[in-house]
C-alpha cells in the first residue's frame, strides 16, 4: 500500500490508496495546479461519466474512489464551486455546471468513436465533480450553447460570407472561367537545389485556414526532401504570370496569385499514411497570415447546415475542379472542372473489395465514368455542390480528393473522397485565431 500526498498551502492532504503510487502536490493558485492533479481530476470526472452512462458506476474499484476523494479535496482547496463563473478553452465566458446539463459537451460523451480533439476539449473543459449529482462539472460556455456548431464556429464565414463567386458564365466545358471556384488552392512543395512544385490542391475555408488531405501533409508517397512551404490561391493559368480570359474589349484579367507561407500543418491525429483504406484523410493547413478576399480569392462553406448532415449523396451531382496535380502527375495548367454524380457507399465497396480496400461511412464514392474523375482535380482538393437555404444559394464543401484507381478515370470505379461533414466537429474544435 503506497501513500498520495496531496499540499495546499500549508494544509497538507494524505491519502492511503491500494495500488496507488506517487505524490500529487498543487498550490492554492490554479494557476500552479500540477499536471498529476490535472490528469487525476480529468481521469475520475470523465471515466466516472462514460462508465455511469454506459456500465454503471459500480464499474469503479476501490482505487479511483480512493483517487476521486483525494481529487475532491484538491478542489475544495482550490475553492472550486459548482456555482462559479468560468471561461471556457475557446474563452467564452460560462458557467461551472454538471456536464449533463450544457448539451454543447454532452453530446461528445455520446459520440462513437471519440476523437482526440474531443476528449481534449472534455478535459480542458472539466472545472471540477459534484458529488450530490455524482456527475462532473464543466465549464459551460454560455455563447455556444445555442450555437449550431459546438466550437470555433465564430472563426468560419457564414452562408453569403462564403460560398459565393461572382462567375455568371453558363456552367459546362471543360476549362473553367477565370473567377470559378475561387476556394480552390494549389500546395506548393520546396524540394532540392531550390527548385519548387504544385503536387496537391486544397481549399480555402476562412482567412487563415485551408483543409486539404492528410496524405498530402505526411503521406508515403510524399518524398522525404520535399516540404510543403505554402498555398497558392487566386490562381487560374500556372503558365502565365498574369491571367487574362477574353478579347477585345471583353477582357476580364485577374491580380497575380499570391503564395501563403505555412504556419502550421495540422494533419487529422487517426490517419495512417501506410493505410489502404486511407480513413481519415484530411488535414489543416494553418497559414502564415491573413488572407484577403477578392472576387478571386473567397472561402467555401463547410456543411454545417442540418440538412447537409443528413443528405443522401447517392445520384447528388457534385463539382470536382482543379488542375489535376498528385503527387506523381500532371494534368494541366488551367483550372478544370467536371461534374460527377455521388455512388453509394455498398456499390463503392463492392468495387474497391477487388483491391482488399474497405470503405467507411467517413468516405464518399464520386464518379466512376471513362475520362471524369478526380483526373480533373488535385489530390486534397473539393468536392463541391450546392445548396438553397431562406432564399440564399451558395456553394459548400462535400468532400477532398483522396484515392482512386490508377490511371484515373476508369470506368466502373468512382473516386474515393474524405466526407467533410464527419469532420466539422474536428475542424472547428481545431483552429484557432
Not at 46 to 59: L, R
Not at 161 to 178: A, H, L
Request: proline residues 6%; contains cysteine; negative net charge.
Amino acid at each position: 500500500m503506497s501513500s498520495l500526498e496531496t499540499t495546499g498551502g500549508d494544509l497538507p492532504l494524505h491519502f492511503h490508496c491500494p495500488e496507488a503510487t506517487g505524490m500529487i502536490s498543487h498550490s492554492a493558485t490554479s494557476e500552479r495546479i500540477g499536471p498529476r492533479v490535472d490528469s487525476l481530476l480529468y481521469w475520475v470526472a470523465f471515466f466516472k461519466s462514460i462508465f455511469s452512462t454506459v456500465m454503471g458506476i459500480q464499474a469503479f474499484d476501490s482505487r479511483l474512489r480512493c483517487l476521486e476523494r483525494a481529487a475532491f479535496l484538491i478542489l475544495v482547496v482550490l475553492g472550486t464551486s459548482a456555482a462559479q463563473e468560468c471561461r471556457s478553452p475557446e474563452g467564452f465566458p460560462g458557467q461551472c455546471i454538471l456536464l449533463r446539463n450544457c448539451n454543447n459537451l454532452l453530446t461528445l460523451i455520446k459520440k462513437k468513436p471519440l476523437l482526440d480533439a474531443d476528449r481534449s476539449l472534455l478535459q480542458r473543459s472539466q472545472c471540477g465533480w459534484s458529488f450530490e449529482a455524482n456527475h462532473p462539472l464543466v465549464c459551460c460556455a454560455e455563447a455556444l450553447e445555442a450555437a449550431p456548431v459546438r466550437v470555433g464556429a465564430g472563426l468560419l464565414p457564414a452562408p453569403g460570407q462564403c460560398g459565393i463567386q461572382t462567375s455568371d458564365r453558363i456552367f459546362g466545358g471543360v476549362n473553367t472561367r477565370i473567377d470559378e471556384f475561387p476556394w480552390i488552392a494549389l500546395l506548393k512543395y520546396a524540394k532540392p537545389n531550390n527548385v519548387f512544385g504544385f503536387h496537391c490542391g486544397g481549399v480555402l475555408i476562412n482567412d487563415r485556414y485551408v483543409l486539404t488531405a492528410s496524405h498530402c501533409v505526411n503521406g508515403k508517397d510524399i518524398p522525404v526532401t520535399w516540404n510543403l512551404a505554402e498555398v497558392r490561391l487566386g490562381e487560374w493559368d500556372t503558365s502565365t504570370v498574369e491571367d487574362c480570359e477574353g478579347m477585345g474589349d471583353d477582357v476580364d484579367c485577374s491580380p497575380p496569385p499570391i503564395d501563403v507561407p505555412i504556419e502550421q500543418k495540422i494533419p487529422h491525429p487517426e490517419y495512417v499514411p501506410t493505410s489502404n483504406e486511407q480513413y481519415n484523410d484530411i488535414a489543416l493547413l494553418r497559414l502564415q497570415n491573413v488572407v484577403a478576399y477578392s472576387d478571386f480569392v473567397k472561402p467555401i462553406c463547410l456543411p454545417t447546415h442540418a440538412d447537409l448532415k443528413t443528405r443522401d449523396y447517392v445520384g447528388f451531382r457534385m463539382q470536382v475542379a482543379g488542375w489535376g496535380r498528385t503527387a506523381t502527375a500532371r494534368f494541366s495548367n488551367v483550372k478544370q472542372k467536371v461534374a460527377v454524380d455521388g455512388v453509394g457507399l455498398n456499390t463503392c465497396n463492392e468495387v474497391y473489395q477487388k483491391e482488399q480496400v474497405q470503405l467507411q461511412p467517413s468516405q464518399l464514392c464520386a464518379g466512376g465514368e471513362a475520362g471524369k474523375d478526380s483526373c480533373q482535380g488535385d489530390s486534397g482538393g473539393p468536392l463541391t455542390g450546392i445548396h438553397t437555404a431562406g432564399g440564399l444559394q451558395y456553394w459548400y464543401l462535400i468532400g477532398l480528393v483522396s484515392f482512386g484507381p490508377s490511371p484515373c478515370g476508369q470506368a466502373g470505379w468512382p473516386g474515393v473522397y474524405t466526407k467533410v461533414d464527419r469532420y466539422v466537429d474536428w475542424i472547428t474544435n481545431t483552429i484557432v485565431v
